[in-house]
Nanobody, 119 residues
């Protein structure tokens, strides 16, 4: 099993910045890719940013230029730095880990962390 734990959410004023962290822990796996998704009220969950084990990244158009995803391979941790936050960034942010067990890759989700952008 893999446990995925996020941290770093909170209340931020418009134009502010926030850094989310996510750590995957467990035994017998390596990280294939990690990603951040978000879900706003009454909306579908959407991809925000993703980073592979090779370091390739991709971003949602809505956050390009404002978000940076990075990872610390030694700690199995991924970060999401978001700047110039807007009210429409308000959502629950979920971390997703694609865990490679050698013969199979399994998906795991964190419990989510609330980000609220409001004055």
């Amino acid at each position: 099993q893999v446990q995925v734990v996020e941290s770093g959410g909170g209340l931020v004023q418009p134009g502010g910045s926030l850094r989310l962290s996510c750590t995957a822990s467990g035994n017998g796996f390596s990280i294939y890719a990690m990603a951040w998704y978000r879900q706003a009220p009454e909306k579908q969950r959407e991809l925000v940013a993703r980073i592979t084990n090779g370091g390739a990244t991709n971003y949602a158009d809505s956050v390009k230029g404002r978000a940076t995803i990075s990872r610390d391979n030694a700690k199995n941790t991924v970060y999401l730095q978001m700047n110039s936050l807007k009210p429409e960034d308000t959502a629950v942010y979920y971390c997703h880990c694609a865990a490679d067990f050698g013969r199979i890759i399994k998906p795991y989700w964190g419990q989510g962390t609330q980000v609220t952008v409001s004055s």
